[in-house]
Each structure stands twice: as structure tokens, then as C-alpha cells.
């Protein structure tokens, strides 16, 4: 199944996104890994891309377009992918659909309150070697400062910090709505309650692909 996740900042779509990958099978491709990673690598694109992340902006749609289109050209993609932070704006969204098999057929958006959000962002952690999201909230490291998965450095992204964090959810709010409306007139757009805690939010978003996946077995 092509599947997109989609929510404003810190919602929770990359730790959802891991776990959706690890119980349904489904690649996670994250345009957001994606970009730090270049940005880490110092490719050419990461050093373009670098300096709008930081302020929070989107990059160019189509530096991850051509992202985006690579990836999912990847074998392990053939059979459906998770999109995680992919489209952004309706242009992407159009973009998508232009690309080879890129057809979405859920898109999922994670809702939660802004107050909830700034407060799980301003701590939220990531490890620096494998990408893994730690919430000081809700778990001490066993070594602190470090990963407990790897040992990897656990840092604080630039664009988490208040100041940028207030850029990223007006650029959310102004491009959501038309993507929303879009996989609405699609009919393949759901609604999931951000709120609790991540089991809680998990075994909505599994309810939603485990109905999916039974009508599908159904109608063959
Ligand atoms: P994320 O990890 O999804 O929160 O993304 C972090 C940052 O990467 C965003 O604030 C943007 O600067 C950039 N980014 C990620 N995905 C996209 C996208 N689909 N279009 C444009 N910029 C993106």
C-alpha cells in the first residue's frame, strides 16, 4: 500500500513512521532523514538545502521531488512505501501523483493541539548516528546524551528550537489545508486523534491500515 503520513512538527509522524515500517513491512521514506542526511553528507543539495531548514522554510519542491522519485524507484519500495513529511504543498502532492506508481491511496493525518506540540518539541532529541527520537519527557537515556539503540550523540535539531519552531507550524497551517482538501476529494484521506501516547496514537493509525488492508483481501 502507498500510504503518506502527514502532521504539523513534532505530531509524532517519524516515531509513528518507524513503527507502522517495523508491524506492516512498509519502507518509511522520510523526506525530512532524506535532507539531513545530504545536509550531513555536505552534498551539493544538502548545502543548498541546509540553510532553509534551518530557518524552517520548505526546501525547493524540487529538490525532493528528486528525492522522493529516486527512492521509491528502489526495489524494496515495489510493493507500497510509507511517506513520511512528503508532499508538503500541493504542488508536491501533484508532483506525487505524476511519478511512477505514485499514486497515494491513504494519507493519514496525525492531529494534535499546538500546546502539546511545542512542549514535546522543545524536548525531543535525536541521535546523531541512527536518527532515532528521544522525548526527555517521557525517557531518560540510560548514558545521558547518548543513544540507547547505538550509543550515538543525542542532539537537538536547529529547527526545534523555539524561534524556528513558530516558522514551521505557519508554513504547515498555510499549505495543510489544500492537501487536505486534495486526498479528501480523493477519498482516501483519514483522520487520526495525535493525542496520548504513542501506543495510543500506534493502535489508532493500526486500526485505520488493518480495516484498509482487510477490505482490500475482501475485494479480491
Ligand atoms: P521534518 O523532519 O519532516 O520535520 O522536516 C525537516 C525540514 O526538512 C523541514 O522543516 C523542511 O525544511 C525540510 N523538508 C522536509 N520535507 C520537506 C518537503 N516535503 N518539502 C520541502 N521541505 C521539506
Redesign the pocket.
Known amino acids: 500500500m502507498r500510504i503518506i503520513l502527514f502532521g504539523p512538527?513534532?505530531s509524532g509522524?517519524?516515531t509513528q513512521g518507524d513503527l507502522i515500517a517495523s508491524r506492516f513491512g512498509y519502507p518509511k521514506i522520510?523526506?525530512?532523514?532524506?535532507?539531513?542526511r545530504a545536509v550531513q553528507e555536505r552534498s551539493a543539495l544538502g548545502i543548498k538545502?541546509e540553510a532553509?531548514?534551518?530557518?524552517?522554510?520548505?526546501?525547493?519542491?524540487d529538490?525532493?521531488?528528486r528525492l522522493?522519485r529516486e527512492r521509491i524507484a528502489a526495489p524494496d519500495a515495489r510493493h507500497g512505501y510509507l511517506l513520511?513529511?512528503?508532499?508538503?504543498?500541493l504542488t508536491?502532492a501533484l508532483g506525487l501523483e505524476a511519478m511512477d506508481g505514485g499514486r497515494a491511496e491513504l494519507a493519514i493525518e496525525i492531529d494534535v493541539d499546538s500546546r502539546v506540540l511545542i512542549e514535546r518539541m522543545r524536548n525531543r532529541m535525536t541521535c546523531r548516528s541512527c536518527g532515532a527520537i528521544v522525548n526527555l519527557n517521557l525517557e531518560k537515556p540510560r548514558i545521558e546524551g547518548r543513544c540507547d539503540s547505538c550509543n550515538g550523540e543525542l542532539y537537538q535539531?536547529l529547527?526545534d528550537r523555539p524561534e524556528?519552531i513558530a516558522e514551521?507550524f505557519r508554513?504547515y497551517k498555510e499549505e495543510t489545508g489544500k492537501i487536505r482538501d486534495y486526498y479528501k476529494t480523493k477519498s482516501v484521506y483519514r483522520r487520526v486523534d495525535g493525542s496520548g501516547s504513542v501506543e495510543q496514537v500506534f493502535a489508532r493509525i493500526s486500526e485505520i491500515l488493518d480495516r484498509e488492508n482487510a477490505g482490500r483481501e475482501a475485494d479480491r
Not at 522520510?30 to 539531513?36: A, W
Request: charged residues 30%; hydrophobic residues 35%.
Open positions: 512538527p513534532g509522524k517519524g522520510s523526506t525530512g532523514d532524506l535532507l539531513r538545502a532553509l531548514m534551518n530557518k524552517g522554510k520548505l526546501v525547493s519542491d529538490i525532493v521531488e522522493v513520511d513529511g512528503f508532499p508538503r504543498n508536491q535539531r529547527d524556528v514551521r508554513v
